[in-house]
Every structure is written in structure tokens, then in C-alpha cells.
T-cell receptor, first 113, second 110 residues
Framework: AQSVTQPDIHITVSEGASLELRCNYS??????LFWYVQSPGQGLQLLLK??????LVQGIKGFEAEFKRSQSSFNLRKPSVHWSDAAEYFC???????????FGKGTSLLVTP | DAEITQSPRHKITETGRQVTLACHQT?????MFWYRQDLGHGLRLIHY???????NKGEVSDGYSVSRSNTEDLPLTLESAASSQTSVYFC?????????FGPGTRLTVT
């Protein structure tokens, strides 16, 4: 069965510093991969997605992610973090044979001045 | 603009009561999903539907039921609420794999 692991429960970065959030998946074939962001008290918003093709995908709010098949990873990056990026980030994997998603447990990002 | 709404946004109920959480989407999506979010567990799939009259169990379906009588709505029913069902519930819809989420319902069972 497919699964998603986000190794970091909490991450703290300084405003203006670069960010990388890790995501590892377990799946036999090439999965559909997603990153969602959840601000406090809000629903989830899609940041970016990977289905196939170019392994470096660009998303909203200046985020990007790179699919690495050899490492079964789909890490999220941002070159310069803003205070408004403080939120919970979820990686998810979808099964191409269906439409349900399997979510990681999330990484909570704190941005310090 | 198309959207997905949930009601109520907050609900307090007593153990043993039946509770129904509403989810309504105007995207005209065939696929709809219910998740619960708990600290340390992320989002876990409760039930999902791929079309009218279609329902499927997810990872944590015990104690919950859904029915799909039209494209727009997928209400989630807790047949006999338990304290373990205190959680934040999210509804989502999709045409393919990209899901759009509602704002959530915070349910407290006392």
C-alpha cells in the first residue's frame, strides 16, 4: 500500500532563509504527488502537484518541489521564506487508479524574525 | 466562483447522539471525500464517493456513514457520537486527483 512520510514534525527557519521540507513516499509505480498548505483555522490549499514529465515543478507562493524517483522523495523548497509562510504543510500521494489521497502527518513551519 | 462549503463550522454534541455534517460543492465534481484531522495523525480518509449513489469506506470509517443522492452534496453522519470522534472534519472534492478542500468543521463530543 502507498504511504507518505514527512520526517520533520516541526521546522523553524528565520525570515529570509531558505526552506526545504522533506517528503518520502512508498509506492510501486510513479505516483501522483502533491503538497498542500494549511494556515491556522483554515482548510488545505494546493501548493503544487506532480503527475509526470519535468521533475522540478513550480507552485504558488514561490514554492517548488523536485521529484526524485531514486530516492522516493518529493521535497518542497523555497529560496526565501516570508513570515506569512508559517503554516502546516502536508505531502500527499495519489493512486493513478483512483482519486483518493494518502496524506503525510504534516510538518509545522515556524518563521522567526 | 465555484466553492466547497461545510456546515456547521463548529458543533458540540453529547455522546450517543446522531450528528450530521454537511458538505456542499459547486464545482460539479464527481469525486467527494471526508477526512478527519487529529494532532499527530495528519488527515485520515473516512469515506469517499466517485459519483451519485457510490460510496466507499476509507481508512477510519467505523462509526461513520455517508450517502450521495446528488452531485453537490456528501453529508457525513455519526450514528452514535463517541468522544473519540472529537476532531476537525474536512470535506474535499475533485474531478481527477487534485482535491479542493472545504474550511472544516470542528466537532466536540462531550
Amino acid at each position: 500500500a502507498q504511504s507518505v512520510t514527512q520526517p520533520d514534525i516541526h521546522i523553524t527557519v528565520s525570515e529570509g532563509a531558505s526552506l526545504e521540507l522533506r517528503c518520502n513516499y512508498s509506492y510501486g509505480a510513479t505516483p501522483y504527488l502533491f503538497w498542500y498548505v494549511q494556515s491556522p483555522g483554515q482548510g488545505l490549499q494546493l501548493l503544487l502537484k506532480y503527475f509526470s514529465g519535468d521533475t522540478l515543478v513550480q507552485g504558488i507562493k514561490g514554492f517548488e518541489a523536485e521529484f526524485k524517483r531514486s530516492q522516493s522523495s518529493f521535497n518542497l523548497r523555497k529560496p526565501s521564506v516570508h513570515w506569512s509562510d508559517a503554516a502546516e504543510y502536508f505531502c500527499a500521494v495519489g493512486d493513478p487508479s483512483g482519486y483518493a489521497l494518502n496524506f503525510g502527518k504534516g510538518t509545522s513551519l515556524l518563521v522567526t524574525p | 466562483d465555484a466553492e466547497i462549503t461545510q456546515s456547521p463550522r463548529h458543533k458540540i454534541t453529547e455522546t450517543g447522539r446522531q450528528v450530521t455534517l454537511a458538505c456542499h460543492q459547486t464545482w460539479n465534481h464527481n469525486n467527494m471525500f471526508w477526512y478527519r484531522q487529529d494532532l499527530g495523525h495528519g488527515l485520515r480518509l473516512i469515506h469517499y464517493s466517485y459519483g451519485v449513489h457510490d460510496t466507499n469506506k476509507g481508512e477510519v470509517s467505523d462509526g461513520y456513514s455517508v450517502s450521495r443522492s446528488n452531485t453537490e452534496d456528501l453529508p457525513l453522519t455519526l450514528e452514535s457520537a463517541a468522544s473519540s470522534q472529537t476532531s476537525v472534519y474536512f470535506c474535499a472534492s475533485s474531478e481527477f486527483s487534485e482535491q479542493y478542500f472545504g474550511p472544516g468543521t470542528r466537532l466536540t463530543v462531550t
